[in-house]
């Protein structure tokens, strides 16, 4: 079975400083993708970034790019420049492509804080 | 548009109380998912459905059943509700749709059992 897994519960960086998430996963499937998802204090889930398995170039979007490391399983979100409204949960998500579900595989989410 | 809605917002019941949990959406996608948040636990799945009329469990469907009856609307129900269902609810939907993939997800219902 699939596992996602974000190591660290809670992280900080200063406003307009860099930040990066961890997150690893476990598959035997070839072909997946992998998000990450923002949970600002509202609770509504806002996708951040997607990248796709088969893709060799990291996704970037903005201010937010990934460090997409295959073959270590190894998925990290870069936030540049941070801001006070980055403040908010980050949940990793890993979905297969193979057995005809559409089922995503989330971990448990980084805290991050952004300080003045 | 409206995207993914969810009913009620917030509900307080009674333990042994029967409760449906709405969701609809009017993106017509294909997959339909019940996911509850609770702390430390991250997004756990539910119940899911690839299309009308399926269903399948997710990695915690015990005390809870869908039912999939058109592509819009995919309401959870708890049987007979317990403290341990206290948490907040999430409805999602998704289609397969390559460089798009996403997710969306409703705005929650937070679930109070005692």
């Known amino acids: 079975a699939q596992t996602v897994t974000q190591s660290q519960p809670e992280m900080s960086v200063q406003e307009a400083e860099t930040v990066t998430l961890s997150c690893t996963y476990d598959?035997?499937?070839?072909?997946?993708?992998l998000f990450w998802y923002k949970q600002p204090p509202s609770r509504q889930m806002i996708l951040v970034i997607r990248?796709?398995?088969?893709?060799?170039q990291n996704a970037t979007e903005n201010r937010f790019s990934v460090n997409f490391q295959k073959a270590a399983k190894s998925f990290s979100l870069k936030i540049s420049d941070s801001q006070l409204g980055d403040a908010a949960m980050y949940f990793c998500?890993?979905?297969?492509?193979?057995?005809?579900?559409?089922?995503?595989?989330f971990g448990t989410g980084t805290r991050l804080k952004v300080l003045a | 548009i409206a995207g993914i809605t969810q009913a009620p917002t917030s509900q307080i019941l009674a333990a042994g109380r029967r409760m449906t949990l709405r969701c609809t959406q009017d993106m017509r996608h294909n997959a339909m998912y019940w996911y509850r948040q609770d702390l430390g636990l991250g997004l756990r799945l539910i119940h899911y459905?690839?299309?009308?009329?399926?269903?399948g469990k997710g990695e915690v469907p015990d005390g809870y059943s869908v039912s999939r009856a058109n592509t819009d609307d995919f309401p959870l129900t708890l049987a007979s509700a317990v403290p341990s269902q206290t948490s907040v609810y999430f409805c999602a939907s998704s289609e397969l749709a390559g460089d798009q993939e996403t997710q969306y997800f409703g705005p929650g219902t937070r679930l109070l059992v005692l």
């Open positions: 998500a890993y979905r297969g492509t193979t057995s005809g579900t559409y089922k995503y595989i």
């Open positions: 598959t035997s499937e070839s072909d997946y993708y």
């Open positions: 459905s690839n299309t009308a009329g399926t269903t």
């Open positions: 990248q796709e398995a088969y893709k060799q």
